[in-house]
């Protein structure tokens, strides 16, 4: 490896001998000046920027860097970037690293994910400084984190929007498909019905005929029973506009325990309903809004057994309504958790495995957040969070 240039710094303190007491005080000044200057503009970056030894100790870190990887300011100068960043430690080849000249600077370049203090997804591009930069004769690295926590959490979100609609279309296609069939056995279920009645009018023995009726009776209920299902499914999956309107949503609610108050009973399920007296309104379109909280509840009704209980309660702030359904049933699996939202993931022996992800989307249609956590064993609570109608404005004392 060539020999270390000098730096500034090396040349300036070469000179230190030729200077007196008044210069060398306005040059302590000077520096003193410069290094203000450059923590100040430093730490007006929004962006992390850390400069590490060999050892990854971190000798410097501007405001947004500390703040990224929970670095108290105290610690500069002895806590170890490999120790608050393991992942990051763990993906890099010190061996080619070290091998790296001036002359073929290598820029590393990684996306991590950090969970202290928050868990956020950081860019990291990494930068080798052929300078001291700590006590010894050392060289080091420069360190840039950018925060992209918000990037991919929409990228993400579009994807599976994207994934969501794509299966929507499919499904919605397929429905569309099954009906051509259905209205031609209808068609000659009907021929048949037609045919049957003159068999009778000829006189054919009623054994017989009664026979015909029957089954031709439990084809078209079949038929019609298909065609409901289609269409049913059809009004569940297939996009259309919010018509979004003031609404008071346990107006909404009150329609759907209504609704679900025999099967309630019939399985003698205890509900709880907390709502204050006074409930800001929200936007939305009722019918969607209605089909959110039907399948909600129905679901903590099938997840509870005989006896359990069901509890629904209610706050708001200065921006949100929020409204939470809490059952005493058997609990979700960690790892089914994350796959709650999936097209056709269900744990249910009779479930299609559309309802949450309608759910969900719906919700986010309506700017709206679904939050759910389980328990095996101990039972599930899913929270939903709703814009409030004309925020009230958060005051100063």
Known sequence: MAPRKK???DRILGRLDDLDSANLAA??????????????????????????????IIQFANTAGAHLIGLKMPEVGKAVLWKMVPDLARSLDFAVIDETGPEETQVISREIELTYPDRRFVRLLMVPVFESVGAGDERGFAVILSDISE??????????????ASIMNLAAGVA????????????????????????????????ETKRLRKSLGICSSEVSRLDGIIENFLDAVRPRDAEMAELQIFDVL???????????GDLGLEIDVAVPSEVPKILGDRQQIYQVLFNILKNAIEATERGGRIEIRSSHDDTYVFL??????????????SKI????????????????????????????????DS????????TLQFLRKGPRTRLLE
């Open 27 to 56: 040059l302590v000044q000077r520096l003193a000046r410069e290094r203000r200057l450059l923590e100040t503009v430093f730490n007006s970056i929004q962006d992390g920027v850390l400069v590490i030894d060999t050892t990854g």
């Open 341 to 372: 939202f999936n097209p056709y993931f269900t744990t249910k022996t009779s479930g299609h495995g559309l309802g949450m992800m309608i759910v969900q989307r719906i919700m986010r249609e309506h700017g709206a957040k679904i939050g759910i």
């Open 324 to 337: 939470q359904f809490r059952d005493t049933g058997a609990g979700i699996e960690a790892d089914d958790l």
């Open 176 to 207: 569309h498909e099954l009906g051509n069939p259905l209205n031609s056995l209808t068609i000659h279920l009907q021929l048949m019905e037609r045919r049957l009645a003159e068999l009778e009018e000829k006189g054919t023995p009623e054994a």
């Open 7 to 9: 730096s500034t710094l």
């Open 254 to 264: 009150q329609e759907v325990l209504d609704l679900q108050e025999e099967e309630l």
């Open 151 to 164: 990037e991919k959490a929409s990228t993400e979100e579009l994807i599976e929007n994207e994934k969501i």
């Open 375 to 382: 328990r095996p064993g101990i039972g599930t609570v899913v």
